[in-house]
């Protein structure tokens, strides 16, 4: 009987977050302000055209951001406030 190493599962590896992924969704507020979705981690971004993510590091792919599908979020939302 051979002895070898127990199986673990495979970290995502660094390298998957060095090879851009393409940004296709867009989320659109009640107010009408539009923010890319980062591929990996699903959140909005605050900046088009970023190299990464600033939350996940994801590399980013902008080629096809023209073509992105547009996601309506309705409801509940507030932007920054005026006044202060």
């Not at 051979?2 to 009640?30: D, L, N, T, W, Y």
């Not at 909005?44 to 902008?62: H, I, K, P, S, V």
Request: proline share 7%.
């Amino acid at each position: 009987m051979r002895r070898g190493r127990a199986r673990r599962p495979a970290p995502v590896s660094e390298a998957a977050f060095r090879r851009p992924m393409a940004i296709v969704a867009i989320k659109q507020f009640g107010n009408g302000e539009t923010y890319p979705v980062c591929p990996r981690c699903r959140i909005t971004m605050e900046r088009e055209y970023q190299n990464f993510c600033d939350r996940c590091g994801q590399a980013l792919d902008w080629r096809q951001y023209a073509h992105a599908g547009i996601l309506l979020v309705s409801g509940g939302v507030k932007g920054p406030s005026k006044g202060s």
